[in-house]
């Protein structure tokens, strides 16, 4: 922690070689954070080049009583959020399929990659991503999603369990040891 | 069988601290964002500098108007009208926009429904319909007079507000048909992408349109002046002899927005002046007991050792006698005179020198890379230099000042722009101006001097 101080004010005073250093840093990982928001790997691209564009330019404004990591990541998860209300939150998407309950083993899951973790999140529907994230990643509450998303917490938790429900019916899929026949929608 | 936590549990210990290193040009583009952030900063705080130069301006030349004659006052609420007129256009644009955004999202209000219904909808399927929502229906008519036609006519009514249900399913039939044909679908996907294209291009236009100007003009200035005075003080005046040719120039800050109108201001210099000589007073009538400088009365004032005379623009303050005039205590045919006199072919040059600070409209007549516009405006014009000369056999000097001169004055301008673009940024102009002055110069009673200029401003523009 005590470590960035330095390389803070050097970026704040503009240096190019410490914002640079200061993104290699942290870019990854932020990249990581991105890539579970988005659509696609561009979106989470844009995502990441606003987001940095935004830490620069607000760094002043960063208490050191709080990691770095963490505020930068908030404002990841932000910029993501707003980039998602502009494309998809404005109006109303609900599920109207119905799923069968679908029974999966923690093994299947265990052996599968991040990636392959990554790959069916992004695939799930814009809203049911997002609430699955900031609730499992973010740790926030369903009152605190509701807010943040402007819906009501109803809608979250069924949001959430309708993502948990379409999880786990790609991993049966996709990896389980009997492949569903039937094809279902997202 | 896995509970939801654990579920949960899962996804996070595997995705917590996932990595992934993002391409090489990012931290590029993220560099020259910000000091492309930096550059607009500066722009923004020159934008709000000089709107409140000209709000500032505004106010005062308004004010000062306000306590003048009527007609000035009428100008003032032209310019007044005007700048309504330009915020009202401003709401309107906004609510269209606002509208605009409405529709689209209920176009796609509509197609996500439809989308949620279809089996095989993956993410390819997706962004097609989201291309076509975009796509405003004006757009939509055009394309369907493209040669396929037949299919686009299909997904018209997909954009439609009020499509009906019955519209949907028939739809959906038309498009599992379309499916069947790769090829033409390609080919619409290519004409939705051009279109979007064309669009975005437009909207950049469109943007481009609201711009800054800054600029540099210099120009020979020819001075006149329309003056009045009381009889008393014009019996015994110096006679004016010509007006000045002067120079004038300065840097000049111009705001576009849209295709015609623009607000302009700057800081210019301008010299102002006249030169006079003998009075037309025949010395045989002189008054007995007054002291004579070219033929005209000066007041002595022994006590500050400076003299007084009176000129068309007000009352003038010598210093000391000039050289190479002659002080006579008697002359020969006028030796009943007890007081001085002094006789001199020497003339008298007034000099003012003003700071102006403009406000003006433009209005494009011609915009192209031959551009020609017309522009009006009023100026507050600040006295920064009020000098006498003695001009005469041994040279030019300075002997004293104008006295009375008003530090505030206010102008009006009329004039033409002749504009060519040497490139898209840079663009040379020559603009004929007529300035004239509000009020008077003078704050003497008796004195009402308020000269016009006329001037041919050179210089270059850049436009960013």
Same mark, same amino acid.
């Given at each position: 922690m005590e470590d960035f101080r330095a390389l803070i004010s050097d970026c704040i005073a503009g240096s190019r070689k410490a914002q640079a250093k200061l993104y290699h840093q942290f870019a990854p990982k932020m990249f990581g954070v991105c890539l579970r928001y988005a659509k696609d790997s561009t979106e989470a691209e844009d995502n990441l080049q606003e987001?940095?564009?935004?830490?620069f330019t607000n760094l002043k404004s960063f208490r050191h009583d709080g990691s770095l990591e963490g505020w930068i990541r908030r404002i990841m998860v932000n910029v993501s959020l707003?980039?998602?209300?502009?494309?998809?939150?404005?109006?109303?998407v609900e599920d109207v399929s119905v799923f069968d309950a679908v029974n999966v083993s923690d093994d299947v899951i265990s052996k599968m990659s991040a990636d392959e973790l990554l790959k069916i999140i992004r695939e799930l529907p814009p809203r049911y991503q997002l609430v699955f994230n900031l609730y499992v990643f973010e740790g926030m509450s369903h009152q605190e999603i509701a807010k943040e998303m402007a819906i009501n917490e109803g809608t979250s938790k069924s949001n959430l369990a309708r993502a948990?429900?379409?999880?786990?019916?790609?991993?049966?899929?996709?990896f389980g040891v009997v492949k569903a026949k039937n094809n279902f929608t997202a | 069988m896995m509970k939801e936590?654990?579920?949960?549990?899962l996804f996070r210990e595997k995705l917590r601290n996932y990595e992934q290193e993002p391409p090489a040009y990012l931290l590029e583009n993220i560099l020259n964002g910000l000091a492309q952030n930096r550059r607009k900063k500066r722009m923004i705080w020159w934008k709000v500098a000089g709107v409140a130069a000209a709000l500032l301006l505004a106010f005062v030349a308004g004010w000062q108007f306000n306590t003048n004659e009527k007609d000035q006052t009428a100008g003032n609420a032209f310019v007044k009208h005007n700048i309504e007129q330009k915020a009202n256009e401003q709401t309107v644009v906004a609510s269209a926009a606002k509208s605009n955004e409405t529709t689209i999202l209920a176009q796609d209000n509509n197609l996500s429904q439809e989308k949620e219904q279809k089996s095989d909808s993956g993410p390819k399927a997706w962004s097609k319909n989201n291309a076509t929502s975009i796509m405003a229906e004006p757009k939509l008519e055009e394309l369907a007079t493209e040669p396929v036609n037949e299919e686009i006519s299909s997904l018209k009514p997909r954009a439609g507000l009020l499509a009906s249900k019955e519209d949907n399913i028939s739809l959906r039939e038309k498009k599992k048909n379309a499916r069947m044909h790769n090829s033409v679908e390609k080919s619409i996907?290519?004409? %939705?992408?051009?279109?979007?294209?064309?669009? %975005?291009?437009?909207?950049?236009? #469109?943007?481009?349109k609201a711009r800054w100007l800054v600029g540099a003009q210099v120009s020979p200035e020819y001075n006149g002046a329309q003056s009045s005075h009381s009889q008393a003080y014009a019996s015994n005046m110096l006679k004016t002899q010509a007006t000045k040719l002067d120079l004038a120039g300065g840097v000049s800050v111009e705001y576009k927005k849209g295709k015609r109108w623009s607000v302009q201001s700057g800081v210019y210099y301008s010299g102002i002046g006249q030169t006079s000589g003998n009075s037309s007073r025949n010395l045989s009538y002189a008054n007995d007991g007054a002291n004579y400088? &070219? #033929?005209? %009365? +000066?007041?002595?004032?022994? =006590?500050? #050792?400076?003299?007084?005379?009176? =000129? &068309?623009? $007000?009352? +003038?303050e010598l210093n000391s006698i000039p050289a190479g005039m002659v002080l $006579?205590? =008697?002359?020969?045919?006028?030796?009943?005179?007890? =007081?001085?006199?002094?006789v001199s072919q020497n003339t008298f040059i007034q000099d003012f020198d003003y700071l102006e600070i403009p406000l003006y409209l433009r209005y494009n007549l011609i915009e192209s890379r031959f551009g020609i516009s017309m522009l009006g405006g009023v100026s507050s014009n600040i006295l920064v230099g009020n000098k006498l000369y003695v001009d005469g056999d041994l040279g030019r000097s300075l002997v004293g000042k104008t006295k009375d001169?008003?530090?505030f004055n206010y102008s009006g301008t009329f004039g033409l722009a002749f504009k060519y673009g040497l490139t898209n940024k840079l663009s040379l102009s020559v603009e004929p101006r007529f300035k004239y002055f509000l009020n008077s110069l003078s704050s003497n009673a008796n004195v009402t001097y308020k000269p016009y200029t006329f001037g041919v401003f050179t210089g270059l523009t850049y436009e960013f």
């Amino acid at each position: 922690m005590e470590d960035f101080r330095a390389l803070i004010s050097d970026c704040i005073a503009g240096s190019r070689k410490a914002q640079a250093k200061l993104y290699h840093q942290f870019a990854p990982k932020m990249f990581g954070v991105c890539l579970r928001y988005a659509k696609d790997s561009t979106e989470a691209e844009d995502n990441l080049q606003e987001g940095f564009i935004r830490v620069f330019t607000n760094l002043k404004s960063f208490r050191h009583d709080g990691s770095l990591e963490g505020w930068i990541r908030r404002i990841m998860v932000n910029v993501s959020l707003e980039k998602i209300r502009k494309q998809y939150l404005l109006y109303p998407v609900e599920d109207v399929s119905v799923f069968d309950a679908v029974n999966v083993s923690d093994d299947v899951i265990s052996k599968m990659s991040a990636d392959e973790l990554l790959k069916i999140i992004r695939e799930l529907p814009p809203r049911y991503q997002l609430v699955f994230n900031l609730y499992v990643f973010e740790g926030m509450s369903h009152q605190e999603i509701a807010k943040e998303m402007a819906i009501n917490e109803g809608t979250s938790k069924s949001n959430l369990a309708r993502a948990r429900e379409i999880l786990k019916k790609k991993v049966q899929e996709n990896f389980g040891v009997v492949k569903a026949k039937n094809n279902f929608t997202a | 069988m896995m509970k939801e936590k654990n579920l949960d549990d899962l996804f996070r210990e595997k995705l917590r601290n996932y990595e992934q290193e993002p391409p090489a040009y990012l931290l590029e583009n993220i560099l020259n964002g910000l000091a492309q952030n930096r550059r607009k900063k500066r722009m923004i705080w020159w934008k709000v500098a000089g709107v409140a130069a000209a709000l500032l301006l505004a106010f005062v030349a308004g004010w000062q108007f306000n306590t003048n004659e009527k007609d000035q006052t009428a100008g003032n609420a032209f310019v007044k009208h005007n700048i309504e007129q330009k915020a009202n256009e401003q709401t309107v644009v906004a609510s269209a926009a606002k509208s605009n955004e409405t529709t689209i999202l209920a176009q796609d209000n509509n197609l996500s429904q439809e989308k949620e219904q279809k089996s095989d909808s993956g993410p390819k399927a997706w962004s097609k319909n989201n291309a076509t929502s975009i796509m405003a229906e004006p757009k939509l008519e055009e394309l369907a007079t493209e040669p396929v036609n037949e299919e686009i006519s299909s997904l018209k009514p997909r954009a439609g507000l009020l499509a009906s249900k019955e519209d949907n399913i028939s739809l959906r039939e038309k498009k599992k048909n379309a499916r069947m044909h790769n090829s033409v679908e390609k080919s619409i996907d290519q004409q %939705i992408m051009e279109l979007n294209q064309q669009m %975005i291009t437009a909207e950049k236009i #469109n943007k481009q349109k609201a711009r800054w100007l800054v600029g540099a003009q210099v120009s020979p200035e020819y001075n006149g002046a329309q003056s009045s005075h009381s009889q008393a003080y014009a019996s015994n005046m110096l006679k004016t002899q010509a007006t000045k040719l002067d120079l004038a120039g300065g840097v000049s800050v111009e705001y576009k927005k849209g295709k015609r109108w623009s607000v302009q201001s700057g800081v210019y210099y301008s010299g102002i002046g006249q030169t006079s000589g003998n009075s037309s007073r025949n010395l045989s009538y002189a008054n007995d007991g007054a002291n004579y400088l &070219n #033929n005209t %009365i +000066v007041k002595v004032d022994a =006590s500050k #050792n400076s003299y007084t005379i009176n =000129s &068309n623009a $007000g009352e +003038v303050e010598l210093n000391s006698i000039p050289a190479g005039m002659v002080l $006579g205590a =008697s002359l020969d045919d006028k030796n009943y005179l007890a =007081s001085a006199v002094v006789v001199s072919q020497n003339t008298f040059i007034q000099d003012f020198d003003y700071l102006e600070i403009p406000l003006y409209l433009r209005y494009n007549l011609i915009e192209s890379r031959f551009g020609i516009s017309m522009l009006g405006g009023v100026s507050s014009n600040i006295l920064v230099g009020n000098k006498l000369y003695v001009d005469g056999d041994l040279g030019r000097s300075l002997v004293g000042k104008t006295k009375d001169l008003e530090t505030f004055n206010y102008s009006g301008t009329f004039g033409l722009a002749f504009k060519y673009g040497l490139t898209n940024k840079l663009s040379l102009s020559v603009e004929p101006r007529f300035k004239y002055f509000l009020n008077s110069l003078s704050s003497n009673a008796n004195v009402t001097y308020k000269p016009y200029t006329f001037g041919v401003f050179t210089g270059l523009t850049y436009e960013f």
